[in-house]
């Protein structure tokens, strides 16, 4: 994802405020990618707790949910972590048949993960709270 950022050089600085930005120049793109992707890295395990959280779903399905969301960019990405999850007792799996081919294995949650995931969420409402209160102070407004 590109952003669009102006930055405007200081009256009695030689060089602009920010270094991708040249003499004269008052449009920087800037890429978020870096940003996006650390905190989608830190949360996607519990996103994926989640999703599975309402009953349970084959894979694929995981996968639509969370792109729909913006939460994840590949299924590359989710397959391994679905493998970690079941190792670590976060999810149990079942193979059911399908009409459409082979069969698909299904997840559901534990009660290790719905006990990970209600933990994660008490303590990502007062973290996502404090990001954004320092995010305001500093930046005189909202995020």
């Known amino acids: 994802m590109l952003e669009f950022c102006v930055y405007a050089t200081a009256p009695t600085a030689q060089?602009?405020?920010h270094d991708c930005a040249t003499q004269g120049t008052v449009h920087c793109m800037v890429l978020n990618d870096t940003v996006s992707t650390n905190?989608?890295?830190?949360v996607l395990e519990y996103c994926v707790l989640a999703?599975?959280?309402?009953?349970e779903m084959y894979g694929l399905d995981i996968a639509n949910g969370l792109q729909n969301r913006g939460l994840l960019t590949s299924e590359g990405t989710l397959y391994p972590l679905l493998a970690r999850l079941r190792?670590?007792?976060?999810v149990?799996?079942?193979?059911?048949?399908?009409a459409q081919g082979a069969p698909r294995r299904y997840y559901t949650l534990t009660d290790t993960g719905s006990a990970s995931l209600a933990?994660?969420?008490s303590v990502w409402e007062t973290f996502s709270a404090s990001v954004s209160d320092t995010l305001k102070s500093t930046t005189g407004g909202t995020p």
């Open 92 to 98: 149990e799996t079942s193979w059911q048949e399908s």
């Open 15 to 17: 060089k602009p405020l």
């Open 51 to 55: 999703t599975i959280g309402d009953g």
């Open 87 to 90: 190792r670590n007792g976060l």
């Open 39 to 42: 905190l989608r890295k830190g």
């Open 119 to 121: 933990a994660f969420a």
